[in-house]
């Protein structure tokens, strides 16, 4: 028999690690990220010795793995760690265990999720078309709009609030739509869609001190799910516009194209898709723009325009070395959702080789790498978009790279050349040396006024600066 438990020490509760659910979360970690291989066997007694818990908890912790499916109790035997397919996959702590440990993967088939059974329910909600539904739809809509476009929204302090309410809008929007489709299973799966819609805007505030400064890699295959922007995208604002009223309208066909295009947008390049493009121009056939308030008429039609009819211009961000190209080039790629290219990589070897000795290049050395570069862009096509960094000091440079996509935009990231020698200098494992900053001062000629593109203060924060870009970006779109 077992014999009574101890007394528990004084700060028993930092002894117990905290509660119970504490418990259950440390050990379902665990088993998701293999730390607790499959068929290994949780005994009470190890439970115990290993988080210094008391018995009641150990017995309580492993009976909630087993009602999740994570381990298998038998008598005598104790707890077995049982494979994934055994996984009640849809609990939500589980769901959350696996975004920690694996979030591309996981979101991959939240995603997934989402794919088959949103649409539908947007279908069955237009057919059904109640008036509750119809109300919080529209009301939840133009509320994202509104907070998206909120100044505050990405600056990392003082927009938290506007995002909270934002991620908050958008949960009720998306269990709205499933509770709209009057499909009670539909319903059921609300929580997992909102897990997901939830884990991308935490992990855009994620560390609440200092905004991620990371250059953004590119992501492999077009079906990647992408990370949240610097602010919401007004196209997929306009689409949960665009959904809400065809549910109001009773646009089965349109409701359900608008609801696989928003799913489309948070995959690279799948907006631009031709079946995804097919079904979109279908549902704005049917769909009566002038049923939306006066207010939002222009707008709507601007978006759908833009993106049914306009692809993504090649972007290049230039300046001389030190003015943040590569940072805030990835985060603008990453944002827009479109490729990202570092320019420095078409150098050939002996350019990098003069560089790193101090050689400063010539037009005749710059040539092969700026027809490199043109190339990359020239083989851009509109759906897939491009971000490319390149320092395009003077403007025959840019004429070249024109040339080859006359559709280009110039991003200029504008410093002094004391700021510029300093960030250079602090640079680790990076050919250029400071000592050759001075003489890209003396080949840079600043964007003129013919020229395509927007000059921006490099010192500023990348989201700013990429706020910017975006906010230029669709004033050009609007204005054509």
């Given amino acids: 028999m077992t014999g009574p438990e101890p007394d528990l020490p004084a700060g028993s509760e930092d002894a117990l690690r905290g509660s119970t659910a504490k418990l259950v979360g440390q050990l379902g970690c665990q088993i998701v990220e293999g730390g607790k291989p499959r068929d290994q066997h949780l005994t009470v007694d190890a439970v115990m010795h290993e988080f210094g818990v008391t018995r009641p908890m150990a017995r309580e912790a492993l009976q909630a793995l087993h009602q999740k499916g994570l381990v298998n109790l038998q008598p005598r035997i104790g707890a ?7 996984w009640d996959l849809l609990d939500a702590d589980v769901i959350s265990w696996r975004l920690e440990v694996a979030p591309a993967s996981q979101m991959r088939s939240l995603t997934e999720l ?14 059904s078309r109640s008036a509750e539904v119809c109300h919080d739809l529209t009301s939840h809509a133009r509320t994202l709009l509104a907070l998206s476009e909120d100044p505050d929204f990405a600056r990392r ?25 009057r499909n009670e299973l539909f319903l ?29 890699p590119a992501a492999v295959g077009a079906d990647t799910v992408q990370d949240y922007p610097v602010r919401p995208q007004p196209i997929a604002m306009w689409l949960h516009i665009g959904l809400a009223y065809a549910v109001d309208q009773g646009l089965a066909t349109a409701a359900e194209a608008f609801a696989e295009a928003i799913l489309a947008e948070i995959r690279r390049g799948r907006l631009h898709d031709p079946v995804v493009l097919a079904r979109l121009r279908a549902g704005l056939r049917q769909f009566d723009v002038d049923g939306l308030p006066a207010a939002y008429r222009s707008g709507f039609r601007t978006a759908m325009a833009a993106v ?31 490729p990202f290219e570092e320019g420095d990589r078409f150098h050939p ?12 290049l010539d037009d005749r050395s710059r040539s092969p790498w700026l027809a490199a570069i043109a190339d990359r862009m020239r083989a851009a096509t509109p759906e897939e978009g491009l971000v490319i960094t390149c320092s395009a000091l003077r403007r025959i440079y840019r004429e070249l790279l024109r040339v080859a996509r006359p559709d280009v935009f110039f ?39 013919d020229e395509v593109g927007m000059t921006v203060d490099a010192t500023l924060p990348p989201e700013r600066i990429v706020a910017e870009v975006q906010t230029e970006l669709a004033r050009r779109i609007r204005a054509h």
């Fill in 80 to 86: 077995t760690v049982q494979p994934l397919e055994r």
């Fill in 114 to 127: 989402r794919e088959v059974i949103e649409p539908r329910a947007a279908r069955l909600a237009a057919v």
């Fill in 157 to 181: 302090r003082e927009g938290a609030a506007v995002r909270q309410r934002f991620r908050d809008i958008d949960a009720a929007f998306h269990r709205s739509l499933l509770a709209g489709s």
């Fill in 188 to 216: 059921r799966l609300a929580h997992p869609v909102v897990m997901a819609l939830n884990h991308r805007i935490d992990r855009w505030s994620y560390g609440d001190e200092e905004p991620r400064l990371a250059p953004v």
């Fill in 308 to 338: 049914i009819d306009a692809g993504h211009v090649p972007i290049v961000v230039m300046g001389v070395s030190g003015c943040g190209k590569t940072t805030v080039g990835g985060y603008l790629a990453d944002s827009l959702r479109v």
């Fill in 349 to 360: 070897p002996r350019n990098r080789e003069s560089l790193t000795n101090g050689i400063p």
């Fill in 411 to 449: 991003v200029h990231l504008a410093l002094d050349q004391d700021e510029a020698r300093s960030r250079v200098a602090g640079r680790e494992a990076h050919f250029m040396p400071a000592s050759l900053v001075s003489t890209q001062f003396d080949d840079l000629e600043p964007l003129e006024e």
